[in-house]
C-alpha cells in the first residue's frame, strides 16, 4: 500500500497539529499564528456579543446618572462644565460602540474603531478632571480610574489594545497637568495612582485572557477530535452536515455557487473480500488522502460520508473548476495503482465520482444538494464506474426530494 495512506487526514491532522503546537508553544505575548488568531477573535467575540450589549447600554446609563447627581453634589462643577461637555465624550462613543456590534462584521469592525476611540475618551474624561482640580475639585480624578478599569474589563477590547489604551491615557494626563503647572507631589500621587491602577487590571486582565486562550485552544482541540473520522483521519458525517449548513447560509448571503463531489469506490466490497478487510481500511485511508489534497481553502472541506463513501465540498467554485476537480481526483486514484482484480471498471482501484453545482438560494436547503450530488454518483455508477458525472441543473425551479434510479434491463431503485 502506498505511504499516501498516513496522511490521510491531512487537513485535519494540520489544523489539529497546529493547535497542539500552539498549546505546547504557548503565547506570551497574546497573539496566536494568525489563522488561529483570527478563529480565536471571531469566536470570543461571538460568544460574549450579549453581555458586551448589556454592558455598553449600562455603561451610558451609568454615565447619564453620574452627571445628574453631580448637579446635587458638586453644583459649582456643574455649572462650569455643561452637560454636554461631560456627556460628549464618553456617552457618544458608548452609542456608536453599541451600533457597531449589530454590523454583520462587528468582530471586524468593533475592536479597530473602539482601539481609536477609547484612548481619546479617556484623555477626555483626564482633561475634565484636571480643569475640575483647577477649580479645586479633585473628585473627578477618580472617574478616570474607574474608567480604566472599563477599559480592560468592560468594554470588551482586545488585551494589547486595552494597555495601548490606558498607556496613552497616562502619557496624556502626565503632559496636560505639567502644562497646567500641578505641583510635582500632586503629580506623582495622580500618576502613581493611574499606573497602580493599570498595572493591577493589566496582569488581571492577562490572566483572564490567558486562561480564555487556553480553554480555546483545548475546547478546539477537543471539537477536532470529535469531528474527525477516526479511521482516515479526515472529517466525520457529522462535521460535512454542520459544515454544508453554515457555507450554503454564505453562499446565500453572497450569492456564490457551492460544488459538492460524492464519491464511492468501486465495488469495494469485492476488494474486501479478495484482499481482506485490513487492506480495505488502508485504501480508504489513502483515497481520503487524495480528497484531502483536493480541499485545501479555509471553507473546502473532505469528509468521509460513511462505509466507502466520501464528500468534498467546494465553496465558490464554478461547474468547470469542480468538473477539472473531479477530474484531478479520478486520476490520483486510479495512479495509486492499487491491484483489484475483482473490479470490472479497472484492473486497479477506482472511483465513482458525482458532482453537482448550485448557487444557493435562500427558499431551498443544502438537502437538495445532496440528492443532485447522489444523483450524479448513481449516474456515474451506471454509466460503468471509474469516472465523473456532473448533474446539469437549474437547481432553484427544479424539484427535488424524490429520484428514482433506473438500472439496466428497465428496473428502479429509489
Known amino acids: 500500500m502506498p505511504g499516501t495512506s ?18 505546547q508553544r504557548g503565547f506570551r505575548w497574546m497573539r496566536f499564528e494568525p489563522a488561529l488568531e483570527s478563529a480565536y477573535r471571531a469566536d470570543q467575540f461571538r460568544d460574549g456579543l450579549k453581555y458586551l450589549r448589556i454592558n455598553l447600554a449600562m455603561l451610558a446609563a451609568i454615565i447619564v446618572a453620574i452627571v445628574q447627581v ?44 473602539l482601539s481609536a476611540l477609547v484612548p481619546l475618551a479617556l484623555m477626555g474624561i483626564g482633561w475634565i478632571g484636571l480643569w475640575a482640580w483647577g477649580q479645586g475639585e479633585d473628585r473627578l480624578f477618580v472617574r478616570l480610574i474607574i474608567a480604566t478599569v472599563a477599559v480592560y474589563f468592560v468594554l470588551g477590547l482586545p488585551f494589547r489594545s486595552a494597555i495601548v489604551a490606558n498607556v496613552a491615557a497616562i502619557v496624556f494626563y502626565a503632559a496636560a497637568a505639567a502644562s497646567v503647572s500641578m505641583p510635582g507631589i500632586e503629580l506623582t500621587h495622580y500618576l502613581a495612582m493611574l499606573v497602580m491602577t493599570s498595572l493591577i487590571c493589566a496582569a488581571g486582565a492577562y490572566n483572564l485572557e490567558h486562561a480564555r486562550r487556553t480553554a480555546w485552544l483545548e475546547g ?3 471539537a477536532e477530535t470529535a469531528l474527525q473520522d477516526g479511521l482516515t483521519g479526515i472529517h466525520n458525517r457529522r462535521r460535512l452536515d454542520d459544515h454544508l449548513q453554515r457555507v450554503w447560509q454564505q453562499c446565500v448571503r453572497e450569492h456564490k455557487p457551492l460544488a459538492l463531489l460524492f464519491a464511492d469506490i468501486d465495488h469495494f466490497k469485492a476488494y474486501n473480500d479478495r484482499y481482506g478487510h485490513q487492506a480495505g481500511d488502508e485504501a480508504l485511508k489513502t483515497v481520503a488522502a487524495v480528497l484531502a489534497r483536493h480541499a485545501r481553502r479555509p471553507l473546502d472541506i473532505a469528509a468521509r460520508f460513511g462505509g466507502e463513501e466520501f464528500a468534498v465540498v467546494l465553496f465558490d467554485t464554478t461547474r468547470e473548476h469542480a468538473v477539472r476537480i473531479g477530474e484531478e481526483i479520478l486520476e490520483e486514484v486510479r495512479q495509486l495503482g492499487i491491484a483489484h482484480a475483482g473490479s470490472s471498471a479497472a484492473p486497479v482501484l477506482t472511483i465513482s465520482l458525482g458532482i453537482a453545482c448550485v448557487v444557493p438560494v435562500a427558499r431551498r436547503s443544502c438537502a437538495g444538494l445532496l440528492q443532485l450530488a ?14 465523473a458525472r456532473l448533474l446539469e441543473a437549474e437547481y432553484e425551479h427544479m424539484k427535488t426530494g424524490y429520484f428514482r434510479r433506473h438500472l439496466p434491463g428497465g428496473a428502479a431503485d429509489q
Open 6 to 23: 498516513a496522511s490521510a487526514g491531512t487537513e485535519v491532522a494540520d489544523r489539529a497539529s497546529s493547535l497542539t503546537e500552539q498549546l
Open 70 to 113: 453631580d448637579h446635587l453634589v458638586m453644583p459649582a462643577i456643574s455649572a462650569g462644565v455643561p452637560d454636554i461637555a461631560r456627556l460628549g465624550v464618553m456617552v457618544p462613543i458608548l452609542v456608536i460602540a453599541l451600533a457597531l456590534t449589530f454590523l454583520r462584521s462587528a468582530q471586524v469592525w468593533y475592536p479597530r474603531i
Open 220 to 222: 478546539q482541540l477537543l
Open 374 to 387: 447522489d444523483q450524479a454518483l448513481y449516474s456515474a455508477k451506471d454509466g460503468g464506474r471509474n469516472q
